[in-house]
């Protein structure tokens, strides 16, 4: 009797921890974990929200106004000046070379070898001989005109086309035209007819040439910008090229305004900053087999 009783006991143990066992595992099948759901859903909206703020940057990025910074006339004195406070700030510069100047002197030359190896530059032709700075004669001849930019350009071993004509605000970029002295019209169309892009400005940081000091100060400049874009006062539409001399930063205190001029550009979301090899027309069109191809950033 002991035995059977035993027996019963045993079987009805088996049986209430089956019964136990089919209960739990009933219960997790019918209650999954209340965080698999939004776990997923977190996923799903963590994504939306990454693409979103992606395409928002896109968007922003797209919407900001180009400027370009040049500076005309080195090497010289303050090329280097320039250059440093540039690398600095981390802010890219285009010059525009003049060939005389390269060979003036062993620290123009040296200045020229600088600007070859530097990043974030663009180095385009501003003449051989700036004209000798006699420009109503220089520009009374369409020939020497060229032959003056072709020396430059095959001297130098530049890359790009892009040039700047001394003493003159003028632009031959594609369909753009714009010559602000009549008589040197004839001058500006054969350079483009040569296969340069004669690119002018729409805003100069202007100086005085006696002291060769600034004659604005960085906050000047910066709202001379700002009013040239708001007034849509450029030659490209939410583009503007700023005009700078490279000379005028040899001394410190002109110096302490670039460099104030650069931080106060940065802290402006709405600009971005650019080499003159992406203004618009520019582009691909920059480039020619008939040119030497050895140094431009």
């Not at 700078?244 to 410190?252: C, L, T």
């Not at 650019?274 to 618009?280: A, K, N, Q």
Request: glycine fraction near 4%; include cysteine.
């Amino acid at each position: 009797m002991e035995s059977s009783d035993d027996g019963d006991g045993d079987r009805k143990t088996v049986q209430v921890a089956s019964i136990a066992l089919f209960a739990i595992i009933l219960f997790c099948a019918c209650h999954k974990p209340t965080n698999t759901i939004p776990q997923k859903v977190k996923v799903s909206a963590n994504s939306s929200t990454q693409t979103l703020v992606l395409n928002d940057i896109k968007k922003k990025k797209s919407k900001k106004k180009k400027l370009y910074l040049t500076f005309d006339d080195g090497p010289n004195k303050g090329t280097q000046n320039v250059l440093h406070i540039a690398a600095d700030e981390n802010v890219p510069i285009s010059f525009f070379i003049v060939g005389e100047h390269v060979f003036a002197s062993r620290g123009q030359l040296q200045t020229w070898d600088s600007l070859n190896i530097a990043e974030h530059i663009a180095l385009c032709n501003h003449s051989y001989s700036h004209a000798n700075n006699q420009y109503n004669r220089f520009y009374q001849s369409p020939e020497i005109v060229v032959n003056d930019f072709k020396k430059s350009n095959d001297t130098l071993q530049l890359r790009n086309r892009i040039v700047r004509t001394p003493g003159r605000n003028i632009w031959r970029i594609d369909s753009l035209h714009f010559t602000d002295i009549k008589s040197s019209t004839a001058a500006a169309d054969s350079l483009q007819k040569a296969g340069f892009m004669v690119m002018g400005w729409d805003v100069e940081w202007t100086f005085n040439p006696k002291s060769q000091s600034v004659s604005m100060t960085a906050d000047s400049v910066l709202k001379e910008i700002d009013h040239a874009f708001a007034k849509n006062q450029t030659r490209q539409c939410n583009h503007l090229i700023l005009l700078a001399h490279d000379q005028v930063y040899a001394k410190p205190d002109d110096s302490i305004q670039l460099r104030r001029f650069m931080q106060g550009l940065k802290e402006k979301d709405e600009y971005e900053l650019s080499l003159v090899t992406e203004y618009p027309g520019v582009g691909e069109m920059q480039y020619n087999d008939s040119f030497v191809v050895n140094s431009v950033r």
